[in-house]
Each structure stands twice: as structure tokens, then as C-alpha cells.
């Protein structure tokens, strides 16, 4: 069974940062791709980060390139993401999301096939 565990979210002041944490069981030693999203109230799922265990190839979208950084151990199938100077508008559930083909490399939430339960990162 294969399953995400996060880590890491809750409240922060605007202009602080946070950092979250995500580790991947039960792939059987593939390397795969692992991704960040993340869904405000009202708003659709978005993707922000992603990164490949395979390559370490990084993708950011653009509304937060400079703020956020993913990274990842490839031997663990875990990955981080460290957010900084937050706004009220970063507030939201984020999502870790995997899939066993470690190139995808995009925010297509259809191409990953596990997902973690979120963690809620609120800024007031």
C-alpha cells in the first residue's frame, strides 16, 4: 500500500515562513515524481512546486517562484517545501502528491495517483 505522510503547516504571521514536509512509503524503491499544491477558499486546486526523485528536476509555477523551494532526498522519496514572506493570500490547504512515473515534471493533478491528507496554512 503505498501512502503519503505530511508534516509541518498551521498559523503564521504575514511576512514569516514555514516550512512542509512529505515522505512517500511504499513504492518499492522506484523514484517517482512528487508535487505541491494547494487550494484556497473558493478556488480551485493549483499546483505549485514539483520535483522528480529520478532527475531532481524542479518546476515552480510563476505566481510563487522566489518565495517557495522544494527539495528531496531521492534515497527516501521525501520531499520539503520551505515557503517565505507569506500573505494572507498564501493561505490554504496544501496538498503532496506522487506518482510511480518519475518524469512528469508538470501540474496536472490527473497525473498523480497518490495524494496526502493536506495540511492548512493559515496567515493572519
Known amino acids: 500500500h503505498v501512502q503519503l505522510v505530511e508534516s509541518g503547516g498551521g498559523p503564521v504571521q504575514p511576512g514569516g515562513s514555514t516550512r512542509l514536509s512529505c515522505a512517500a512509503s511504499?513504492?518499492?524503491?522506484?523514484?517517482?515524481?512528487m508535487a505541491w499544491f494547494r487550494q484556497a477558499p473558493g478556488k480551485e486546486r493549483e499546483g505549485v512546486a514539483t520535483v522528480s526523485t529520478l532527475t531532481g528536476l524542479t518546476v515552480y509555477d510563476d505566481s510563487v517562484k522566489g518565495r517557495f523551494t522544494i527539495s528531496q532526498n531521492s534515497a527516501k522519496n521525501s520531499v520539503w517545501l520551505q515557503i517565505s514572506s507569506l500573505t494572507p493570500e498564501d493561505t490554504a490547504m496544501f496538498y503532496c502528491?506522487?506518482?510511480?512515473?518519475?518524469?512528469?515534471?508538470?501540474?496536472?493533478?490527473?497525473?498523480?495517483?497518490?495524494w496526502g491528507q493536506g495540511t492548512q496554512v493559515t496567515v493572519s
Open positions: 502528491a506522487a506518482d510511480s512515473y518519475p518524469c512528469f515534471g508538470g501540474f496536472d493533478p490527473d497525473d498523480y495517483s497518490v
Open positions: 511504499g513504492f518499492s524503491g522506484r523514484k517517482v515524481s
